[in-house]
């Protein structure tokens, strides 16, 4: 029978319930207590003979004649119901029967039951019906190949596939040990603007929507308010953090979404090498509380986060893979080297984008945890110059997998030197990098009141979907995909 059959026929036992005066989608149920704290009493019950109301979804059902078996789930547990039309109302079993189907969700009153193969169980009293499925929940879900109608229909995926729904646990896990370990060490959380006037923080091609209200152009914002938190450290906050949601209107990859969630953090008084300590507990902590361990297979790579983390200097890999110095070679001899190796340019080659795809190629056989660090000024306008380099910034990025899950450097806080880096980056932007940053007049203006000195450190959910060995967007409960077609 066909899905349209099925939901006919489903439609029918909605009139068949209404005809006895059942109501299909009611408003209140009796349930008082969990399937799984039913579960846990289970003994102390059937001592007692405490009669229990529980609700959940039937996910089996089986039985003929005068006997039949429901198995119901809430999302704390799973249990059996027993139905004996001996021992109810026989009107009242006989429509349990004729139209109850798996996927409904059910109420159920009665007592704890220990059947002969000493499965503990509710024997059912009364029931009533609370949401009537007219979908019929797949009998082949698991090993199916059709990657879209999974993702499409994530919900199904989640009540059917234990794994992905443990995947999602973790990950609230993930975040909320996180979240942890900043106000443990007696930082702010703080809520920034997701629309911004102008996007800044990050090196990307923003969205655009239109406010109608103050009928401007704004843009989804592409960090996690990194110009708005330091600007609470020129108001005074001493520590603060987001973890928020953030959009970059960019390709698709294993990697890469357009929306995902990102942590970023800034603490006054404190640089990058300190910040290294820093973020090694952290990723640790995070491990630890959400896995219970700290070694990790991800891909062709095994990881050790509670092992030493080497710092590798970005310039002197780069020399040593390609012969070019990042720092005083051309323009003209990077891309040619570039390109040579293999780099594909998405616009206009030159130096920023030639550089950064030598060092790509070098960061694909990186297993990690390591740190990299040698930044040249060119790559980073938002960091500060490490003391003594016209040259080098005092960034700090994790490696880990061969992929980049997480950066930080010692936030710039002259004014000036922070014009001039914008105004670099506007010339590359007029230029037609579209990725390149803006010259933001009022975070320069809000520097020259004085900003302490500071690291920031920020890192997304790839973290997250590196750890469980899944492509970015299979780690997201429910990612982005184009609407369906008739």
Request: aromatic share 10%; glycine share 8%.
């Amino acid at each position: 029978m066909g899905e349209i059959d099925i939901r006919n026929e489903r439609v029918k036992k909605l009139e068949r319930l209404k005809e006895a005066g059942m109501e299909a989608y009611p408003v209140h149920t009796e349930r008082d207590t969990s399937v799984g704290d039913f579960t846990l009493a289970f003994d102390e019950k059937m001592k007692t003979g405490e009669i229990s109301t529980l609700a959940g979804r039937v996910l089996a059902l089986r039985g003929q004649g005068g006997i039949m078996f429901a198995d119901i789930t809430d999302g704390t547990g799973k249990t059996q119901s027993v139905f004996q039309k001996a021992d109810m109302d026989g009107a009242i079993f006989d429509l349990f029967s004729e139209t109850v189907d798996m996927g409904d969700f059910i109420e159920v009153r009665g007592a704890p039951y220990l059947t002969k193969r000493g499965e503990k169980s509710l024997k059912v009293d009364s029931w009533k019906m609370l949401s009537k499925s007219l979908l019929p929940i797949p009998d082949q879900w698991y090993g199916l190949k059709d990657e879209e109608k999974i993702l499409r229909e994530r919900y199904l995926d989640v009540l059917l596939n234990p794994e992905v729904r443990a995947m999602f646990e973790r990950k609230a896990k993930f975040w909320q040990s996180a979240r942890d370990f900043y106000l443990r060490n007696g930082f702010l959380e703080v809520e920034t603007p997701i629309l911004e006037t102008m996007p800044g923080g990050a090196d990307a091609r923003p969205f655009v929507t239109h406010h109608n209200a103050l009928d401007i152009e704004v843009y989804l914002r592409i960090s996690a308010g990194e110009l708005w938190q330091k600007k609470l450290l020129v108001a005074g906050f001493p520590k603060v953090f987001e973890i928020g949601r953030i959009f970059r209107n960019e390709g698709m990859s294993r990697e890469h979404l357009q929306d995902y969630t990102q942590l970023e953090s800034y603490e006054a008084f404190a640089d990058a090498a300190t910040g290294m300590k820093f973020v090694q507990e952290l990723y640790r902590h995070i491990v630890k509380e959400t896995y219970g361990q700290y070694t990790f297979k991800i891909g062709d790579h095994e990881i050790d986060l509670a092992a030493e983390w080497p710092v590798i200097n970005f310039c002197e890999v780069i020399q040593k893979r390609f012969g070019v110095d990042p720092i005083s070679c051309t323009e003209e001899e990077v891309v040619s080297a570039a390109k040579e190796a293999g780099v594909v340019f998405g616009e206009a080659p030159n130096k920023s984008r030639a550089v950064d795809g030598l060092w790509k190629l070098i960061r694909k056989t990186v297993s990690g945890p390591a740190f990299l660090s040698g930044i040249p000024v060119y790559l980073e306008p938002l960091a500060k110059r490490v003391s003594g380099s016209e040259h080098i910034v005092d960034r700090v990025q994790v490696i880990l997998a061969g992929s980049e899950m997480g950066k930080g450097y010692s936030e710039l806080n002259d004014p000036l030197d922070q014009r001039a880096r914008f105004e670099e980056q506007q010339k590359m932007r007029d230029a037609g990098d579209d990725e390149a940053q803006r010259l933001d007049e009022e975070y320069v203006r809000a520097m020259e009141y004085g900003m302490p000195p500071a690291f920031g450190f920020g890192v997304s959910e790839r973290l997250f979907s590196f750890l469980e060995n899944r492509p970015a967007h299979e780690a997201q409960i429910f990612p982005l995909l184009r609407p369906k077609l008739d």
